[in-house]
């Protein structure tokens, strides 16, 4: 999931999420894609971190391992998701 902000004139901030399908609640609770839920948290995430464009998840890093530049920002409880998420900012490719 790629979800674009732009905050301010000339700084466009991304985020990059991997996630899975659940169900949430009984049998008339449609599906919800996690990656959607995460996109959504590590967007407001960005505002502790106003130096760093784009945020990417454990998860994602773990796809790519030697291919990305990270600094790491830590564990996060982000509402609506039961796990900390660890949280890195990209800082380019290799």
């Known amino acids: 999931m790629l979800a674009p902000?732009?905050?301010k004139p000339g700084r466009i901030q991304v985020l990059l999420a991997k996630g899975r399908s659940f169900r949430?609640?009984?049998?008339a609770v449609a599906r919800h894609d996690v990656?959607?839920?995460?996109a959504s948290r590590l967007e407001r995430?960005?505002?502790q971190f106003p130096d760093t464009s784009i945020l990417i998840s454990r998860a994602l890093l773990e796809?790519?391992?030697d291919r990305l530049e990270?600094?790491?920002l830590g564990f996060h409880q982000l509402k609506g998701l039961p796990d900390p998420v660890e949280v890195y900012?990209?800082?380019g490719l290799r």
């Open 45 to 47: 995430l960005t505002r």
């Open 70 to 72: 990270v600094v790491p």
């Open 63 to 65: 796809l790519l391992p």
């Open 89 to 91: 900012g990209l800082l």
């Open 5 to 7: 902000r732009t905050k």
């Open 35 to 38: 990656s959607v839920i995460l």
């Open 24 to 27: 949430l609640g009984g049998d």
